[in-house]
C-alpha cells in the first residue's frame, strides 16, 4: 500500500504563529504556493493559512489603498490571529487513498502530514496531479508493451 511518506512533499515551507500576513503573502507569491502550515519555534503543527484566508484578510482594491497602505497593514497582523487551527492531518504512515478520500470528501485543497505533533511534511492537489500523471504514463507504457 502507497503510504504518505512516499508521496508528501518535505520539507515544507512554514512560517511561526508571530509572522504576519505580510510574510505569509510574501512566501505564497516567492514560492508559488497557495498553503502555508503554522509552526511553534519547535516546529509543532499549530495551524494553516491559506490563500483564501490571505485574500479574506485583505482590504478591497475597492477601497483605493496604496500597496504600501497594504502591506503596512498587513504586517500588523499576526497569523496566529487568523490561521485555521481546525485543519485535518494526516500521519506519514496513513494511506494515500484514504488521504485522497479526505481531500476529496472535505474539499480540502492541502493536508499536512504530522508525527509526533512536529510538522514533516505536506500533501497537495497538485501532489495527486502528478501521481495521476505517473500512473496514467506507467498504463500507457504497459498498453504499449502488450501490443509489442
Known amino acids: 500500500m502507497y503510504k504518505i511518506s512516499e508521496l508528501m512533499t518535505s ?3 512554514s512560517l ?9 503573502r510574501v512566501l505564497m507569491e516567492q514560492k508559488r504556493i497557495r498553503h502555508i502550515p503554522i509552526t511553534t519555534g519547535t516546529n509543532v503543527f499549530r495551524g494553516l493559512i491559506t490563500n483564501r484566508d490571505v485574500l479574506a484578510n485583505t ?4 477601497a483605493d489603498i496604496d500597496q504600501a497602505t497594504q502591506n503596512e497593514i498587513d504586517a500588523g497582523i499576526p497569523l496566529q490571529e487568523i490561521m485555521r487551527t481546525d485543519v ?3 500521519s506519514p504512515a496513513d494511506s494515500v487513498k484514504e488521504a485522497a478520500r479526505i481531500l476529496y470528501n472535505h474539499k480540502y485543497g492541502c493536508l499536512p502530514v504530522v508525527d509526533n505533533g512536529k510538522l514533516v511534511g505536506i500533501v497537495t492537489e497538485a501532489d495527486f496531479l502528478q501521481l495521476t500523471i505517473q500512473l496514467l ?3 500507457d507504457q504497459a498498453e504499449g508493451n502488450t501490443k509489442s
Do not use: F, G, K, W
Open 16 to 24: 511561526r504563529e508571530t509572522d504576519t500576513l505580510q510574510n505569509a
Open 11 to 13: 520539507p515544507v515551507y
Open 59 to 62: 482590504i478591497s482594491h475597492l
Open 137 to 139: 504514463e506507467a498504463m
Open 88 to 90: 485535518c492531518t494526516l
